[in-house]
Nanobody, 129 residues
């Protein structure tokens, strides 16, 4: 399974972009997920995250009120809606997910899950003033 990102681009300050991150292959779904970003010369930082329990979300302070993380009903695609973009939002954005694939455990005679941690390839977001 892989994560394929799309939706990056170059925009003016104040514009919006929507990033997507889709799971390919197998029957994995997104258990927990997040978006990170890395600007030139800086460390990768967490932007937003979503949990598996009710889809609770959390955000870095610098995007609160501007960015929204979500996932589709099938739990195969992660989104990041970015509004009111600023030049300081310029970075490569990466999605990260813990994928989950259920299977029947014959030995335990119960439903079980396989987990896989994956990163997307990154998508460039450039915001000009």
């Amino acid at each position: 399974a892989q994560l394929v990102e799309s939706g990056g681009g170059s925009v003016q300050a104040g514009a919006s972009l929507r990033l997507s991150c889709a799971v390919t292959g197998n029957t994995f779904t997104i258990d927990t997920g997040g978006w990170y970003r890395q600007a030139p010369g800086k460390q990768r930082e967490l932007v937003a995250a979503i949990t598996n329990s009710g889809g609770a979300t959390s955000y870095a302070q610098f995007v609160v009120g501007r960015f929204t993380i979500s996932r589709d009903h099938a739990e195969r695609t992660l989104y990041l809606q970015m509004n009111s973009l600023k030049p300081e939002d310029t970075a490569v954005y990466y999605c990260h997910a813990n994928l989950k694939e259920p299977f029947y455990n014959d030995a335990l005679e119960t439903l079980d899950s396989t987990y896989l941690e994956v990163w997307g390839q990154g998508t460039q977001v450039t915001v000009s003033s």
